[in-house]
């Protein structure tokens, strides 16, 4: 399953490029894609997340339509999701 993953804000400067595309085995829920983000840009792990949880200050979204924080939630297959920092939201 790929999702595409777009960074803004801090996370923008963390990861060292704008976006990204990940192929994960579904089901895929956030904390894993989060820990995959983590291993694959070591600059978001402890700054924007850490250990597949985000910390405060940074924020997801899934299609830019509702912001998610529990780990547990699961994505669907299309979902394109949005790591930012709260103040890069508006």
């Not at 963390?14 to 192929?23: E, K, M, V, W």
């Not at 840009?41 to 997801?60: H, K, N, S, Y």
Request: charged share 20%; net charge negative; aromatic share 6%.
């Amino acid at each position: 399953m790929e999702i595409s993953v777009e960074f803004f804000g801090i996370p923008r400067q963390r990861a060292g490029q704008p976006d990204t595309t990940l192929s994960l085995t579904a089901p895929v829920t956030l904390g894993m894609l989060l820990e995959e983000l983590g291993q694959r840009f070591p600059g978001l792990e402890g700054e924007c997340m850490e250990q597949g949880v985000l910390r405060t200050g940074c924020l997801a979204s899934f299609d830019g339509d509702r912001f998610v924080s529990d780990p547990a939630e699961v994505i669907v297959e299309g979902t394109s999701v949005l790591i930012l920092s709260a103040e890069a939201g508006g």
